[in-house]
């Protein structure tokens, strides 16, 4: 059936704190012009996480790069969202020479993974990112530091399983009666490289808290990869790119458990 839903409706404002001028193309998301190298950039409205933590060029993009979950972002970055991957929240960015800070505190869904976000934002997420810009050999390159903290109504893994053994419910439903209102914390490393005129590599590690139920995005609580990235330059095809990627996802030996005793997690597309 026809339904409306706006993924994105926000409004953004830079501050310029002077430094040299940088200019802004007209893509996605953002309006052309120019930027000063030092300023604050506000954000508030409905967007996706995504759109301003933990990016990386070269794997970052479904559209352009990768598909996999744990390519685009870090597997075990439970960012959140609805259903959809959109949520309401407000983010600041403060850029300073080669260093980087941001902020956003953001609604989580009414339960997990929904396609209702939390309408007294009762249910919320913290995020903070440090970024440090760097040349390498003359080539440019970037280090994040991402962590969140979730706050929501999640179950302890164990908690269900026990209390499905307990009194022979199903292991879904247990896990629904098990939530009470608790943290999920997790840090993130995301490095890019460029190597070349036209070849990129990127690395990204992760983890999150395994003892708790994953919120919005992937039933990953260990993550590391890496890849490489390269244009078509060299076959005279400027728009192409090729990219090769590897990923070691891992889970907790209470999410194992849980999974073993037939829940149903949030899977990786």
Do not use: C
Not at 79 to 108: H, S
Not at 163 to 192: C, F, H, K, M, P
Not at 248 to 269: F, K, M, Q, T
């Amino acid at each position: 059936y026809a339904y409306w839903r706006v993924p994105r409706l926000f409004i953004r404002q830079t501050v310029d704190l002077g430094g040299d001028r940088q200019p802004l193309d007209p893509v996605a998301n953002q309006i052309g012009g120019s930027q000063s190298a030092n300023r604050w950039v506000f954000t508030v409205g409905k967007i996706s996480v995504p759109d301003i933590f933990d990016a990386n060029q070269y794997a970052h993009d479904p559209r352009n790069d990768f598909l996999n979950w744990a390519a685009v972002e870090a597997g075990s970055f439970d960012y959140a969202a609805d259903a959809w991957g959109y949520t309401v929240g407000a983010a600041a960015g403060w850029y300073q020479g080669a260093w980087a800070l941001r902020a956003g505190v953001f609604d989580l869904s009414n339960v997990p993974n929904s396609e209702t976000l939390d309408p007294g934002f009762r249910e919320f997420q913290w995020i903070g990112e440090l970024e440090k810009r760097h040349e390498l050999m003359g080539m440019p390159g970037k280090l994040l530091v991402t962590l969140f903290d979730s706050r929501g109504r999640m179950a302890l893994l164990n908690d269900a399983v026990d209390l499905a053994q307990a009194t022979g419910e199903n292991i879904n439903a247990a896990l629904v009666d098990a939530r009470r209102y608790r943290s999920r914390v997790g840090v993130s490393l995301n490095l890019e490289q460029q190597l070349s005129s036209d070849l990129g590599m990127f690395v990204r590690a992760g983890k999150a808290g395994g003892h708790v139920e994953a919120y919005e995005f992937t039933d990953i609580d260990q993550t590391i990869s890496a890849g490489l990235s390269l244009q078509g330059k060299r076959w005279s095809r400027a728009e192409d790119t090729v990219g090769l990627a590897a990923i070691v996802n891992g889970i907790s030996a209470d999410r194992e458990r849980y999974l073993n005793a037939g829940g149903l997690g949030i899977l990786v597309g």
